[in-house]
T-cell receptor
Framework: KQEVTQIPAALSVPEGENLVLNCSFT??????LQWFRQDPGKGLTSLLL?????REQTSGRLNASLDKSSGRSTLYIAASQPGDSATYLC???????????FGRGTSLIVHP | DGGITQSPKYLFRKEGQNVTLSCEQN?????MYWYRQDPGQGLRLIYY???????QKGDIAEGYSVSREKKESFPLTVTSAQKNPTAFYLC?????????????FGEGSRLTVL
């Protein structure tokens, strides 16, 4: 069964820092990997989707990479801002059913 | 605008009552999902549906029921058999679960048992 781990569980950084969030998985036979953002009490907002055949995706200050051989994805946030404060979750689709499996998320605080 | 609408946003239930959470999407997606989120835990899958009139149990289906009579609607009933129903419930959809497409979420419903 696919297991998804996100480390660290929480992160606090000063504004302006570049930072990396990690997502590791045990089964490399994935179909896609998706990064989400969740604000307190809200639903999940899709940030980036990487298909199995892709190595990375970029959107504005966000860049997500995928390395299936090492079972790892990273979400890079450039020049962090207080508005980036949220919980970031990764989810993978793998196995015959294509049903996404989620990590527990990384809670990010960017302080001014 | 296209999206997923969940209602109600907040719901209070007395013990022993069944409650139904609504999920409607106008994205023309075939696949729909219900997840439960508890503090400090990841999302856990309750039920999913890949097509109208068909649905499958997820990892924590006990005490829940669903129906999929229309493509755009996937309501979740939390029954009195669910021992610990207080949680945040999230509905999601994707174009086709067989294509492992992008997943979209509603704003969630918070259920509190009094």
């Amino acid at each position: 069964k696919q297991e998804v781990t996100q480390i660290p569980a929480a992160l606090s950084v000063p504004e302006g820092e570049n930072l990396v969030l990690n997502c590791s998985f045990t089964d490399s036979a994935i179909y896609n990997l998706q990064w989400f953002r969740q604000d307190p009490g809200k639903g999940l907002t899709s940030l980036l989707l990487i298909q199995s055949s892709q190595r990375e995706q970029t959107s504005g200050r966000l860049n997500a990479s995928l390395d299936k051989s090492s079972g790892r994805s990273t979400l890079y946030i450039a020049a962090s801002q207080p508005g980036d404060s949220a919980t970031y979750l990764c989810a993978l689709s793998s196995g015959g059913s294509y049903i996404p499996t989620f990590g527990r998320g990384t809670s990010l605080i960017v302080h001014p | 605008d296209g999206g997923i609408t969940q209602s109600p946003k907040y719901l209070f239930r007395k013990e022993g009552q069944n409650v139904t959470l609504s999920c409607e999407q106008n994205l023309n997606h075939d696949a729909m999902y219900w997840y439960r989120q508890d503090p400090g835990q990841g999302l856990r899958l309750i039920y999913y549906s890949q097509i109208v009139n068909d649905f499958q149990k997820g990892d924590i289906a006990e005490g829940y029921s669903v129906s999929r009579e229309k493509k755009e609607s996937f309501p979740l009933t939390v029954t009195s058999a669910q021992k610990n129903p207080t949680a945040f419930y999230l509905c999601a959809s994707s174009i086709d679960s067989g294509m492992a497409g992008e997943l979209f979420f509603g704003e969630g419903s918070r259920l509190t048992v009094l």
